[in-house]
């Protein structure tokens, strides 16, 4: 298989990137940004919390994989017989990090100097994975502080109660990190088994922005990366159900004011209907929450909320939700009104004017992340595995009207399909 870059324009913003199907079978998303002194990368897979329940052949059963895992093996990959990723990193004067969500994990870095070097370490620490019992052991003891930790979090807790009252079945409603329980089961075997499973360079994508040369990228990549093995995975259906567990859940964690999250189910579509979908959601979630809206004005103006209510789309593989949350000592009185603002919208229609601010907002939204490194590399790696180039989310926001994003609401959401979450003091 031979290296081929495709040039990527797009005509309203006057701007391109280059897709790159590499020769050892790995995609790279390039966009080099003129007058910019820093450079931002990303290198990750299809593979998150939820990820629990998989075949890798054909004729092969499904098995089922200790939560937590996908966020543990992010941990332990930076590690190396030698020395750590990060002690490798403060000879470049890069800043690295990663995370794993509940469909990818993703490890980067920036910097405005010694781009090819950083760039290096970054593909060779992720291709090259090194656990023993030992240091296995060790981190089962460090991750359980992090779990013990978010238990104690209210932001966190009032999230994931909420997910626990939406969802029946979907892994989506279970820690990233798992249960001390879960993290117990894990070994270094089982850490090598869903490397080589979901590590695969077919199944992964490298997104960089800023000041580079794409000449240095494939240097890099020629050097470090090795052609990778033919690639099967299919993900259990959990056979989730539309209706909500439960329409309240209440927890008591030493917060000064209750705090709240309302979450509105939706019927999942594809990844990539869900993902390009989510741009109609915002701006209805916009129109209806935002500040300068009715509903927003009536609960301030009572007191029943402040300046931290807000409101976004939680969205993925196999899950989307609308959240709305915040403070309030009277959360059931907020949830009735918020359910009644989304009922009368989908009856009644939203307001020219409204829409227009709404539309306005979150186009820019999407416009000034294609002004920044950041925004750029994060853009072109979350639209990568969904299968939405970057420009259709832009353009997605630019060409909705009240009637696209009134029947994309109709068709995925209901008011009563709804859940309340309440943390009180």
Known sequence: ???????IENERLGSCYYKVKHSSGLTMLLAPMEGFTTSYAMFGTAYGSVDTFIKTDEKGEFKKLPEGIAHYLEHKLFESEECSAFDRYAKTGANANAFTSFDRTSYLFTCSQNFKESLEILLDFVTHPYFTA???AKEQGIIGQEIRMYDDSPDWRVLFNLLGAIYHKNPVKIDIAGTKESIAQITADLLYD??????NLHNMVLAVAGNFEIDDVLKVADSVLKPAEPFFLERGDCGEPEEVVTNFVEQHLPVSVPM??????GKTGTEAENYKGSVLDEIFLEALFDDYTDLYRGLYDEGAINATFGSEVFCGRNYITLLVSGESREPEKVYEKVKAGFAEALEHGIPEDVFECAQKSVYGRYLRATE?????TTTLFNGYFPGVDMYEMIEAAATATPET????IRNTYCAENSALSVIRP
Request: aromatic share 16%.
């Open 1 to 7: 298989m031979n290296t081929t870059v495709e040039k």
């Open 134 to 136: 030992e240091t296995v």
């Open 194 to 199: 869903c490397y080589n499973t979901f590590y």
């Open 260 to 265: 709240f999250t309302v979450g509105f189910k």
């Open 372 to 376: 920044r490194v950041e925004g750029v």
């Open 405 to 408: 994003v009134l029947e994309r």
